[in-house]
């Protein structure tokens, strides 16, 4: 499993570098990705994750190293599903953005639930979404500080696509990421947490 993760990780990074769109772009979008990833080897040992979470975040990483290739507003396949259905706009930033919800969730959960950070589960799902939110707000800030130092790198990176809600809609799609993360795989998430937890 760990060999097929690099793999498919190191195939998609490879293939991402090559001839991006906007080599600028390609950084700051695939930076996260990188940062993932260093985070995983030095946490590896200590803190492993469960195969849902190092999973998910292989999807994540995917979704951005795509993004970075072609930049959010021009992602090919998404300009035929905004053709198809007569969209106004290339929405593959908001499957990026809905990401940013879903994947978070599952690893914050992990990290709140095996470590007891949170004493009950009443809250546990609040403090997770929220959590995603403001990694979310974080994100944002990070897009208007490129906005506002590099006028080159802005709209490619932004891929506001001329929608004067694009910043809210983003932080949106990134709650509903993370309510649904947390509704469809809770279950599957504390079976796997706890076979983890017996050393299996």
């Not at 009950?120 to 130092?149: D, K, M, N, P, T």
Request: with cysteine; glycine share 8%.
């Amino acid at each position: 499993m760990r060999y097929l993760w690099l793999a498919v990780f190191s195939a998609t990074l490879i293939w991402s570098g090559v001839d991006p769109k906007d080599t600028l772009t390609w950084i700051l979008e695939v930076l996260p990705a990188l940062i993932g990833f260093a985070l995983l080897v030095a946490t590896r040992r200590r803190f492993p994750l469960t195969g849902l979470a190092y999973t998910l975040i292989l999807v994540h990483c995917i979704i951005l190293m795509v993004g970075g290739h072609y930049t959010y507003a021009e992602v090919p396949l998404f300009d035929w599903i905004r053709d198809w259905f007569g969209m106004e706009r290339n929405n593959y930033d908001k499957l990026g953005h809905f990401a940013q919800g879903f994947v978070p969730a599952i690893v914050a959960r992990e990290i709140l639930v095996r470590n007891a950070i949170v004493a009950g589960r009443g809250w546990l799902a609040f403090i997770i979404v929220c959590i995603c939110l403001a990694i979310s707000a974080f994100y944002e800030l990070v897009e208007w500080w490129v906005a506002v130092f590099s006028e080159q790198a802005a709209e490619a990176f932004l891929g506001t696509q001329g929608y004067v809600w694009d910043t809210q809609a983003d932080m949106m799609f990134a709650m509903i990421g993370a309510i649904a993360g947390l509704v469809l795989l809770s279950r599957m998430h504390d079976r796997q947490m706890n076979r983890v937890a017996r050393g299996e």
